[in-house]
């Protein structure tokens, strides 16, 4: 809404709004210092860290009444390339995250016109617009100390495959073996998610450990159950993280700044991932593979379903690759895997 005469300041002089460089540039200074503040105070993506545009666009629509949508969406385009550019964050990370930004940052601009109109003095505009960067603050600070990451919600999600060969041999090659997977996952993983490469066993046996090479570091991992030829499980204990430069997911987000080097807890905490094998007709083996982790990305609507979305269908077809590498590994018991299903 187009203002016709601007409002009187304190001193009876017209208040003229900033002009829309500077309002982007006030903006981009206040997502940076909330960010800062949540990677300082928090632990996770949580809901407080996806409030962070709401507070920016309620300063832009303060400062820029006459076109509050079109700047503050400007604000939030900066920001996030700045993000990107520092090495923070990650492209499609990024592109993943505009659903949740775009309406929270729009609102925000608002509610600042709305207030805008309904304050007729230019210090007392200021000092609401203090107040609601220092309220946006407060928050960061309170949900870093309040958060509890063991009361996050948990996901699981489950896939089975037969596979043309006994349960001992499969067993063999995912117990004692070195399991590389072919590099054949779909366009919607390969875009912007960490792609398994390897598994290896460094120490078969009930305290056996294992580690797991993917496209973007190593996972290593502790043996939880070991039933041969029935049951494995592990429980990943931590990571070795060598982001790319301008890679398009952020993991470890290196450089730090200062920060934890190590941020791959910040969005999902793998509790435990277990395979089990059952014979089946024919010296055939249902391979199943289950895995649960603690998703630490809010809000639930719509991270909820995107992940466990994008985890279960990665489940699918990372059977199918293990069940490829039992067949390369031992041809002479193995045929093709037959049938997929995915149990989620």
Not at 37 to 43: D, E, K, L, R, S
Request: aromatic letters at 10%; proline letters at 8%; hydrophobic letters at 45%.
């Amino acid at each position: 809404m187009a203002l016709t005469e601007p409002p009187l300041g304190p001193d009876n002089r017209p208040f003229r709004p900033a002009r829309a460089d500077v309002t982007v540039a006030v903006g981009v200074l206040v997502a940076a210092l909330l960010y800062v503040v949540a990677c300082v105070a928090g632990g996770s993506y949580g809901t407080a860290f996806f409030s962070i545009p709401f507070f920016v666009g309620f300063l832009v629509g303060m400062l820029a009444p006459r076109r509050p949508y079109a700047t503050s969406l400007a604000t939030l385009g900066i920001s996030v390339l700045l993000a990107i550019v520092t090495l923070r964050e990650g492209v499609v990370c990024a592109l993943f995250c505009l659903p949740i930004l775009t309406p929270c940052v729009l609102l925000g601009a608002f509610a600042g016109s709305v207030l805008y109109r309904r304050v007729p003095r230019g210090r007392d505009r200021h000092g609401l617009s203090g107040l609601v960067v220092l309220l946006g603050v407060g928050w960061q600070v309170h949900a870093g100390v309040t958060d509890e990451p063991l009361t996050h919600p948990l996901h699981t999600a489950s896939a089975a495959v037969l596979v043309s060969a006994p349960p001992e041999e499969v067993f063999r090659v995912l117990a004692t073996g070195d399991v590389r997977l072919t590099p054949r996952w779909p366009w919607f993983l390969r875009i912007g998610l960490p792609i398994p490469e390897r598994m290896a066993v460094d120490r078969a046996g009930p305290d056996g450990r294992l580690h797991f090479d993917f496209s973007q570091g190593t996972a290593f991992a502790r043996v939880t159950a070991w039933n041969p030829p029935r049951e494995l499980a592990y429980a990943v204990t931590g990571y070795e993280i060598h982001d790319l430069p301008f890679h398009i997911t952020r993991l470890g987000r290196t450089p730090d700044y200062g920060f934890r080097k190590e941020r791959v807890g910040d969005w999902l905490t793998i509790e435990s991932t277990r395979y089990e094998l059952v014979s089946a007709p024919g010296d055939k083996t249902w391979l199943r593979r289950s895995i649960v982790w603690r998703r630490h990305l809010a809000p639930d609507f719509y991270f909820g379903w995107l992940e466990q979305t994008i985890m279960a269908r990665g489940q699918v077809r990372l059977l199918e690759l293990i069940a490829e590498s039992v067949h390369e590994q031992a041809p002479e018991k193995c045929l093709a895997p037959a049938k997929t299903a995915a149990l989620w």
